[in-house]
């Protein structure tokens, strides 16, 4: 299985602010890539998908970079709403899918 | 808009069966792949289940297979997930998730998510 591990667990910023936030494949995993945004109380919504492509309606703040085992979810400038936590998830070894733990974003 | 709703959740025993229904609306329900997730309490992400947009394919994680069963019915815009042999550690809100792929057999990119309808297997 190839696990996905997110830093930092916690991040901690504030409005306005540029985001990084990484995600690091225990093997590759091309761009094979995904990454999700959830909110509380709300399901997950993609952002990003084959590592750099932004999903349908996601704001140009956000862009995905990075191949092989290493990535980086960027977030240019803080808005209050992009307050949440932001999980990874590879399909690299279609068709079983799998998530990293998560990397929370708060206000500072 | 594309809506998923689940349905059918609840609190059961340990060992028992629970069916969940995710009802699909606006959009094509024929034409995508279709994924179940569970999210247990204050934890991260788990794939269940993957069906193919015809049901002709079906995939599962280990931890569930043979346990677990994806289904789907076309005509009713209804994704199912037959639960059995459930365990205490399965307790999670459960996902319904459209694939991104059209037409085609499913990416593995998860582009619209229902609500989620929690599921607790407790004695």
């Known amino acids: 299985e190839i696990v996905l591990t997110q830093s930092p667990a916690t991040l901690s910023l504030s409005p306005g602010e540029r985001a990084t936030l990484s995600c690091r494949a225990s093997?590759?995993?091309?761009?094979?890539l995904a990454w999700y945004q959830q909110r509380p109380g709300q399901p997950p919504s993609l952002l990003i998908y084959?590592?750099?492509s932004r999903a349908t309606g996601i704001p140009a703040r956000f862009s995905g970079s990075g191949s092989g085992t290493d990535f980086t979810l960027t977030i240019s400038s803080l808005e209050p709403e992009d307050f949440a936590v932001y999980f990874c998830?590879?399909?690299?070894?279609?068709?079983?899918?799998?998530f990293g733990q998560g990397t929370r974003l708060e206000i500072k | 808009q594309v809506q998923l709703v689940e349905s059918g959740g609840g609190v059961v025993q340990p060992g028992t069966s629970l069916r969940l229904s995710c009802a699909a609306s606006g959009f094509t329900f024929s034409s995508f792949g279709m994924h179940w997730v569970r999210q247990a309490p204050g934890k991260g992400l788990e794939w269940v289940a993957t069906?193919?947009?015809?049901?002709?394919?079906?995939h599962y994680a280990d931890s569930v297979k043979g346990r677990f069963t994806v289904s789907r019915d076309n005509t009713k815009n209804t994704l199912f997930l037959q639960m059995n042999g459930l365990r205490a550690e399965e307790t999670a809100v459960y996902f319904c998730a459209r694939d991104k792929n059209e037409n085609w057999g499913p990416d593995q990119y998860l582009d619209y998510w229902g609500q989620g309808i929690p599921v607790t297997v407790s004695s």
């Open positions: 093997q590759s995993v091309g761009s094979y």
């Open positions: 069906i193919w947009y015809d049901g002709s394919q079906k």
């Open positions: 084959d590592a750099s």
């Open positions: 998830q590879q399909r690299s070894n279609w068709p079983s899918i799998t």
